[in-house]
């Protein structure tokens, strides 16, 4: 037992300790399943839940629907006799530390949504015991955890709640996921792991439970310094995305190569990291989490001018380079209108199937709202399902030279490292390349080869 803490959570942090508590992981998804593997792979009785019959039954089959991770982390989880995959919330009671992976969008006006926080919340609510740990991963404004999921979970609770004291009894923290999907050299069990609870017992809690799994657990002061740093962590990278996608409009115009420039500048060895332009912001977090703080500081009645430009600059980047297509092929003699474009790359980042809030749909809605032909080709998305704001209904087309040839423009959107570049280079009668991926066929491409 150490000084902050009583009788239960003693309890609970032995039951940690010696790998007896059992974790609910709610939300099988990006964060929720790597995480539940990692914490499962650290000796910790798992109980994962979700929503989505399907993910549940794929995991009973050993297939991982989220590609990238591979099948062996679905296996792994399946075969063992610690783990075991749920729809049924009633079972959140025999959970003694529940960990919320829920998803966290914008609502239509941009306003943050955090009905899945609450709906967990009150299903946690539902089933609520004495010496139970609630730790929220999902990315959100500060002092949801405090303002927003404890109540929730103790309005649920009814009648229990009396006898059930925050602090006490139950335990809250905050703990962000900084997953960086497709990105080989960290995973969730070595990427450090931020946990602030809503009381110094709550904190020492979480991190016994994460140290299960991750190796590097930062402790910190309050579940509202973990939310905060978690934000600053994304706006960080939406303000220097676009501060890059601003220089680079100036030095195309210029006739500057931005990502020459990108690549000189960060040979200095201190006070500048790298940031490359784009066609756009993507994915689940960029451009979404900044928004909630906008949201939040308008209740202190302060502005975020920072956030606000960067989303104005990133959000006309789909615009900007429909635009240099427009133009390149207008150099070829051609209109927009009646061209057909190849958009090469649909997920948002490259070497993941990840579409979520991918520029890609933007700029083939784009090009056809411009009247061009457009299809797609991305090797890890064969179709289209419909999303938050998109619902292409397209279908990925062959890869080969005759297709390449076949388009009178090639726009690479997302550059995947297991497309064969060389094709498109030989073949294209033009391309409009917004990663930089065709760098090594400049000299062969000459004016085919346009940069945006
Ligand atoms: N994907 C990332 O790279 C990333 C990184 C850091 C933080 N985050 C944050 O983590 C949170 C989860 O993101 P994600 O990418 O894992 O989302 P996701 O959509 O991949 O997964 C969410 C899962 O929750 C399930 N779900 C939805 N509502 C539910 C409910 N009420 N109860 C139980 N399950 C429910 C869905 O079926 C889905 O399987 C978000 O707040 C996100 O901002 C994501």
Request: charged share 25%.
């Given at each position: 037992?150490?000084?902050?803490?009583?009788?239960?959570?003693?309890?609970?942090?032995?039951?940690?300790?010696?790998?007896?508590?059992?974790?609910?992981?709610?939300?099988?998804?990006?964060?929720?399943?790597?995480?539940?593997?990692?914490?499962?792979?650290?000796?910790?009785?798992?109980?994962?839940?979700?929503?989505?019959?399907?993910?549940?039954?794929?995991?009973?089959?050993?297939?991982?629907?989220?590609?990238?991770?591979?099948?062996?982390?679905?296996?792994?989880?399946?075969?063992?006799?610690?783990?075991?995959?749920?729809?049924?919330?009633?079972?959140?009671?025999?959970?003694?530390?529940?960990?919320?992976?829920?998803?966290?969008?914008?609502?239509?006006?941009?306003?943050?949504?955090?009905?899945?926080?609450?709906?967990?919340?009150?299903?946690?609510?539902?089933?609520?015991?004495?010496?139970?740990?609630?730790?929220?991963?999902?990315?959100?404004?500060?002092?949801?955890?405090?303002?927003?999921?404890?109540?929730?979970?103790?309005?649920?609770?009814?009648?229990?709640?009396?006898?059930?004291?925050?602090?006490?009894?139950?335990?809250?923290?905050?703990?962000?996921?900084?997953?960086?999907?497709?990105?080989?050299?960290?995973?969730?069990?070595?990427?450090?792991?931020?946990?602030?609870?809503?009381?110094?017992?709550?904190?020492?809690?979480?991190?016994?439970?994460?140290?299960?799994?991750?190796?590097?657990?930062?402790?910190?002061?309050?579940?509202?310094?973990?939310?905060?740093?978690?934000?600053?962590?994304?706006?960080?990278?939406?303000v220097n995305i676009a501060l890059v996608n601003e220089m680079k409009v100036v030095l195309d115009a210029m006739d500057i190569d931005v990502w020459e420039v990108?690549?000189?500048?960060?040979?200095?060895?201190?006070?500048?990291?790298?940031?490359?332009?784009?066609?756009?912001?993507?994915?689940?977090?960029?451009?979404?989490?900044?928004?909630?703080?906008?949201?939040?500081?308008?209740?202190?009645?302060?502005?975020?001018?920072?956030?606000?430009?960067?989303?104005?600059?990133?959000?006309?980047?789909?615009?900007?380079?429909?635009?240099?297509?427009?133009?390149?092929?207008?150099?070829?003699?051609?209109?927009?209108?009646?061209?057909?474009?190849?958009?090469?790359?649909?997920?948002?980042?490259?070497?993941i199937d990840d579409v979520r809030e991918s520029p890609s749909f933007e700029l083939i809605e784009l090009c056809k709202h411009r009247g061009a032909v457009v299809?797609?080709?991305?090797?890890?998305?064969?179709?289209?399902?419909?999303?938050?704001?998109?619902?292409?209904?397209?279908?990925?087309?062959?890869?080969?030279?005759?297709?390449?040839?076949?388009?009178?423009?090639?726009?690479?959107?997302?550059?995947?490292?297991?497309?064969?570049?060389?094709?498109?280079?030989?073949?294209?009668?033009?391309?409009?390349?917004?990663?930089?991926?065709?760098?090594?066929?400049?000299?062969?491409?000459?004016?085919?080869?346009?940069?945006?």
């Amino acid at each position: 037992m150490t000084a902050s803490m009583n009788q239960t959570a003693s309890e609970l942090l032995a039951r940690i300790e010696r790998c007896e508590a059992k974790i609910g992981v709610v939300g099988l998804g990006y964060v929720g399943l790597p995480l539940a593997h990692a914490l499962h792979s650290g000796g910790l009785p798992i109980l994962g839940f979700d929503i989505d019959q399907s993910k549940i039954d794929a995991i009973k089959a050993g297939r991982n629907y989220l590609v990238h991770l591979g099948n062996e982390l679905v296996t792994s989880l399946r075969d063992s006799s610690r783990f075991e995959g749920t729809t049924d919330f009633s079972r959140l009671g025999e959970a003694d530390v529940i960990i919320i992976c829920v998803p966290t969008p914008l609502g239509k006006h941009w306003e943050p949504d955090i009905s899945y926080i609450i709906e967990t919340a009150k299903a946690i609510g539902r089933t609520l015991r004495k010496g139970q740990l609630v730790i929220l991963e999902s990315t959100t404004y500060p002092r949801t955890t405090r303002d927003d999921m404890m109540p929730a979970i103790m309005a649920a609770a009814g009648g229990r709640a009396r006898s059930l004291e925050i602090g006490r009894d139950i335990f809250g923290a905050f703990s962000p996921e900084r997953e960086d999907p497709g990105r080989k050299s960290h995973s969730t069990s070595t990427i450090p792991k931020l946990v602030g609870g809503l009381d110094a017992a709550s904190t020492e809690l979480a991190a016994a439970v994460y140290r299960k799994g991750v190796t590097t657990v930062v402790p910190v002061s309050s579940a509202e310094v973990a939310e905060s740093a978690k934000l600053l962590e994304n706006i960080f990278r939406a303000v220097n995305i676009a501060l890059v996608n601003e220089m680079k409009v100036v030095l195309d115009a210029m006739d500057i190569d931005v990502w020459e420039v990108v690549r000189a500048a960060a040979t200095k060895p201190f006070g500048y990291m790298p940031f490359y332009p784009g066609p756009g912001l993507g994915g689940h977090c960029i451009p979404i989490d900044p928004f909630y703080l906008t949201w939040k500081a308008r209740e202190y009645g302060h502005s975020t001018r920072f956030i606000e430009l960067a989303g104005e600059i990133n959000t006309s980047m789909p615009h900007y380079v429909v635009d240099r297509t427009a133009e390149a092929l207008n150099g070829q003699g051609k209109p927009m209108k009646g061209s057909k474009i190849l958009v090469v790359g649909l997920a948002y980042k490259a070497d993941i199937d990840d579409v979520r809030e991918s520029p890609s749909f933007e700029l083939i809605e784009l090009c056809k709202h411009r009247g061009a032909v457009v299809d797609y080709y991305d090797p890890l998305v064969p179709a289209t399902w419909a999303g938050r704001k998109h619902d292409l209904k397209m279908t990925s087309v062959a890869y080969d030279a005759k297709t390449i040839a076949s388009y009178d423009c090639i726009l690479i959107s997302t550059a995947h490292s297991s497309v064969d570049y060389r094709t498109i280079a030989e073949h294209a009668k033009l391309c409009v390349d917004t990663r930089d991926a065709l760098r090594a066929f400049e000299k062969t491409m000459g004016a085919r080869l346009v940069r945006a």
